[in-house]
C-alpha cells in the first residue's frame, strides 16, 4: 500500500538515502516501495541526543535509515541496559520497544522509544521539583 504524505512549505523527508525538501506550497507526495521515509519532525540530530532515550532514538533512527540495520543491534541492546538500570520503572517502556523491535517493525519501534523520551522529561522535571 502506498504511503501518502503532505508537506508543508520548507518541510524536509528522509527517503533512504535521499533527502527531499519541498521548496514550494504545500505538495502531497505517494511513495511506492519499502525505502524507510523518515519526516522532519520525527528526525533527531545527534547533537539532540543528550539523553539515554534520546541516544537510543538516534539509534534507531540510525537503524531504520540503514542498508545494514543489524549492525546498530549491540548498540541498541546496550542502551537498553542501560536505561532500565538507570530507571527500572522504563521497563515497561523498553519490553514494548524491544517486542517492535523483534517483530521487524522499526518505525513502531521508534514511536515507542519517543512516548519513553516523553516520559523521562516527565520523570525528570518530577524528580527536579
Do not use: W
Not at 525538501?21 to 520525527?42: F, K
Not at 531504520?64 to 541496559?81: G, V
Not at 538507570?86 to 513502531?108: D, K, M, N
Request: charged share 30%.
Amino acid at each position: 500500500m502506498p504511503l501518502k504524505l503532505e508537506l508543508k512549505a520548507g518541510e524536509r523527508v528522509l527517503l533512504g538515502d535521499l533527502v527531499i525538501v519541498n521548496q514550494g506550497g504545500r505538495t502531497r507526495l505517494c511513495i511506492e516501495g519499502d525505502a524507510p521515509v523518515l519526516r522532519e519532525r520525527d528526525m533527531m540530530a545527534p547533537e539532540a541526543a543528550n539523553s539515554l532515550p534520546k541516544r537510543l532514538y538516534l539509534a534507531m533512527q540510525s537503524m531504520y535509515l540503514s542498508r545494514d540495520a543489524s549492525r546498530f543491534l549491540p548498540e541498541i541492546a546496550r542502551l537498553t541496559r542501560e536505561i532500565v538500570d538507570a530507571e527500572p520503572g522504563f521497563r515497561p517502556f523498553v519490553e514494548a520497544i524491544e517486542r517492535q523491535l523483534h517483530s521487524g517493525q522499526l518505525y513502531r519501534a521508534m514511536r515507542e522509544v519517543q512516548r519513553l523520551i516523553l516520559h523521562d522529561v516527565d520523570t525528570s522535571l518530577a524528580k527536579a521539583s
